[in-house]
């Protein structure tokens, strides 16, 4: 693995992590919000380019506003009313969107610069990085300690995530990775384009918010019916009441899962170019988003697609979906894997 001085930011050395993947694949990463600054992929003739929306600079990800490519905490995705309670305690957080509270705040894991080393891992050297975050950090109650670890893994193309966490007294945890991505690997272009799998049966519809509401629904005869490939844009425009809420698509879909560990959550393949990203991943839910606010240059209306992996947003408010809360003498641990190829099939 490779590494060079990137900048500093209140004091801390900033480094830019190159880690090879197999298969002609690599992954620029940053330990400043963990952030995924650029993944090189081969097209189906082996001509590589950068799939990741990014930044060329430290300076870019400082005043970044759209969450782009960093680890998100400590919790993903919209918390409504910007508080939660926990053991009779009610835990007031900052109000980042509208009334809302969205991926850990205004700081949140994405504005911090974490500690990196370089760990040998089952598939090669991987990069660990690590943050304390502090008790009442945006709000939220206790000590905690992270650790994600960026590695290769056991298929050429393979950028695994593995999040742990722990902490002294009881919180919430829902870590992900919001990068960006468009297979064409031409900046600014739309990924309209590419086609799409998700696999899932259900989802939960939100409100004007973006909030889910609490109810489970099958996808079954919506637009959010992506059991099946399909371009996104296909009916990303569509009258249904869940798209207009949405500006396009930016929901929380409920994974086919028969049982523990890694599931195939989700398929995009460009099919002018045959780049395909699989995401595998432990979470029982995945955002998928169409960068319907994305605005400006480098990076355009609809030029990006997020799939984060996740506890279901607004989890807090529900108790029949999957519990966000993390205790102590309990850890926190999920993984998800980035799998990128070339003109392959369905890999379940």
């Given at each position: ?32 919000g ?17 799939v990741?929306l ?6 870019g990800?400082i005043?970044?506003?759209s969450?782009?490519?960093v ?13 939660f309670?926990?053991?009779?305690v009610?835990?007031?957080?900052a ?13 949140g ?19 660990e990085?690590?943050?304390c975050s ?13 650790k ?14 593995d ?17 960006y ?14 086609e ?20 489970i ?20 425009d569509?009258?249904?009441?869940q ?19 890694l ?15 699989e ?21 355009p209306w ?8 996740q506890?279901?947003?607004n ?34």
């Amino acid at each position: 693995m490779e590494s060079k001085t990137w900048g500093t930011h209140q004091g801390k050395e900033v480094y830019l992590f190159t880690l090879d993947l197999g298969g002609g694949c690599s992954a620029w990463i940053t330990n400043y919000g963990g952030a995924i600054v650029s993944v090189y992929a081969p097209d189906r003739q082996g001509r590589l380019a950068d799939v990741v929306l990014g930044y060329g600079s430290l300076d870019g990800y400082i005043q970044c506003t759209s969450s782009l490519g960093v680890i998100v905490g400590r919790h993903a995705n919209r918390i409504e009313n910007a508080e939660f309670e926990l053991a009779g305690v009610t835990y007031k957080l900052a109000a980042n969107d509208g009334r809302n509270h969205i991926h850990g705040g205004p700081k949140g894991f994405g504005k911090v610069v974490w500690e990196a080393k370089s760990v040998e891992t089952e598939f090669g050297e991987g990069l660990e990085l690590s943050y304390c975050s502090p008790d009442g950090e945006e709000g939220y109650p206790g000590s905690l300690k992270v650790k994600v670890t960026y590695r290769p893994g056991e298929r050429p193309g393979a950028l695994c995530m593995d999040y742990e966490a722990e902490t002294d007294r009881p919180t919430v945890v829902n870590l992900t990775n919001h990068a960006y991505f468009n297979l064409s690997g031409e900046e600014g272009t739309s990924i309209l384009d590419h086609e799409l799998a998700i696999y899932a049966d259900f989802f939960t519809p939100i409100n004007s918010e973006g909030l889910p509401v609490g109810e489970i629904l099958q996808v079954e005869g919506t637009p959010l019916d992506f059991r099946k490939k399909k371009a996104i844009g296909a009916e990303i425009d569509s009258d249904h009441e869940q798209i207009k809420l949405g500006r396009g698509y930016d929901h929380n879909w409920i994974l086919n899962r028969r049982g523990p560990g890694l599931v195939l959550a989700a398929r995009a393949e460009q099919p002018e170019t045959g780049r395909a990203l699989e995401v595998w991943t432990t979470k029982p839910g995945i955002q998928f988003y169409s960068g319907n606010f994305l605005t400006g240059e480098p990076h355009p209306w609809r030029s990006g697609f997020c799939l984060e992996t996740q506890f279901f947003p607004n989890s807090l408010r529900f108790p029949h979906f999957p519990s966000a809360v993390l205790y102590p003498r309990q850890r926190y641990r999920h993984s998800t894997v980035y799998q990128f190829s070339a003109g392959e099939g369905d890999a379940r």
